[in-house]
């Protein structure tokens, strides 16, 4: 992926990035994997995963496309990529979705989770992975929208719920200043008409609780960016360190962010 000019909030080369992927597989996975399903694919398709990350939804498709198939995934960072085993039918490149070439289709799918809330130029990059679709072929787009509802990550029935919606908003504060947009899952259907693809089907899903995969991907957020939420006065360090005490109990049950997950089909 491509950010602002101040670079990527949650960098994929710090420590906590493998946590933070863990955590994302562990909510939203089995959503991809049925929205993937639904636009029917089948063994033999060509697939391409934009800022493929921890590479889990990489090697569904694997499997899935079995060895007359094949998946392209990209990345800025491919570091999480390049450790782990990835079958034959798998290549991985570092590419930029909104500056680079497309990689070379036509693909029957392109499927980006949590990429254009970041890029500086999300319509640049629809266009780019609309590009290289054969016709018929599905693009799924999958992103939050944290203003939906209360925006996710809050436990609003805690005592530190007004601390928590502080800190929620510290940090989407944050993403807004390095060039993200953390509502644009609900732009998504839109974005998908302006391309030009057909056949739009959009929904949105939210885990209210699910064992420690949302305190864990709100922990691995805000030990991250803690430095920054302190120096700008967001959240002192006492009360973040209070926090995250309590994330790390247990006794805090935050709900996710709202994932928006959007298909079209290239005319």
Same mark, same amino acid.
């Given at each position: 992926?491509?950010?602002?000019?101040?670079?990527?909030?949650?960098?994929?080369?710090?420590?906590?990035?493998?946590?933070? /992927?863990?955590?994302?597989?562990?909510?939203?996975?089995?959503?991809?994997?049925?929205?993937?399903?639904?636009?029917?694919?089948? =063994?033999?398709?060509?697939?391409?995963?934009?800022?493929?990350?921890?590479?889990?939804?990489?090697?569904?498709?694997?499997?899935? =496309?079995?060895?007359?198939?094949?998946?392209?995934?990209?990345?800025?960072?491919? +570091?999480?990529?390049?450790?782990?085993?990835?079958?034959?039918?798998?290549?991985?490149?570092?590419?930029?979705?909104?500056?680079?070439?497309?990689?070379?289709?036509?693909?029957? $799918?392109?499927?980006? +989770? &949590?990429?254009?809330?970041?890029?500086?130029?999300?319509?640049?990059?629809?266009?780019?992975?609309?590009?290289? &679709?054969?016709?018929?072929?599905?693009? $799924?787009?999958?992103?939050?929208?944290?203003?939906?509802?209360?925006?996710? /990550?809050?436990?609003?029935?805690?005592? !530190?719920?007004?601390?928590?919606?502080?800190?929620?908003?510290?940090?989407?504060?944050?993403?807004?200043?390095?060039?993200?947009?953390?509502?644009?899952?609900?732009?998504?259907?839109?974005?998908? +008409?302006?391309?030009? !693809?057909?056949?739009?089907?959009?929904?949105?899903?939210?885990?209210?609780?699910?064992?420690?995969?949302?305190?864990?991907? &709100? +922990?691995?957020?805000?030990?991250?960016?803690?430095?920054?939420?302190?120096?700008?006065?967001?959240?002192?360090?006492?009360? &973040?360190?209070?926090?995250?005490?309590?994330?790390?109990?247990? =006794?805090?049950?935050?709900?996710?962010? =709202?994932?928006?997950?959007?298909?079209?089909?290239?005319?």
């Amino acid at each position: 992926m491509t950010t602002g000019d101040r670079g990527y909030l949650f960098d994929n080369a710090a420590h906590q990035a493998g946590d933070r /992927f863990g955590a994302l597989a562990a909510l939203f996975d089995a959503v991809t994997i049925r929205h993937i399903e639904s636009v029917g694919i089948e =063994t033999g398709w060509r697939c391409w995963e934009v800022g493929a990350g921890g590479g889990s939804i990489v090697r569904w498709l694997a499997d899935r =496309t079995g060895a007359s198939g094949s998946v392209v995934a990209t990345d800025l960072d491919v +570091r999480w990529l390049q450790q782990q085993p990835l079958s034959a039918n798998v290549r991985v490149l570092q590419h930029d979705v909104v500056n680079d070439a497309p990689p070379a289709g036509p693909f029957d $799918l392109v499927h980006e +989770r &949590l990429v254009l809330v970041h890029v500086h130029d999300r319509h640049a990059a629809i266009e780019r992975m609309a590009s290289v &679709l054969r016709p018929g072929g599905w693009l $799924l787009l999958e992103d939050f929208d944290s203003e939906a509802g209360n925006g996710g /990550f809050i436990d609003i029935e805690s005592d !530190l719920a007004e601390l928590g919606a502080l800190i929620a908003r510290g940090i989407r504060q944050l993403l807004t200043e390095r060039g993200a947009d953390p509502a644009f899952g609900s732009l998504l259907p839109g974005a998908l +008409r302006r391309a030009g !693809l057909v056949d739009i089907d959009a929904d949105a899903y939210q885990v209210i609780e699910r064992g420690d995969a949302v305190r864990n991907l &709100l +922990r691995a957020n805000i030990d991250q960016v803690a430095a920054q939420l302190v120096e700008r006065q967001i959240v002192s360090r006492h009360d &973040l360190d209070r926090y995250l005490e309590r994330l790390a109990s247990g =006794t805090l049950r935050p709900t996710s962010p =709202t994932l928006v997950s959007a298909s079209a089909r290239r005319p």
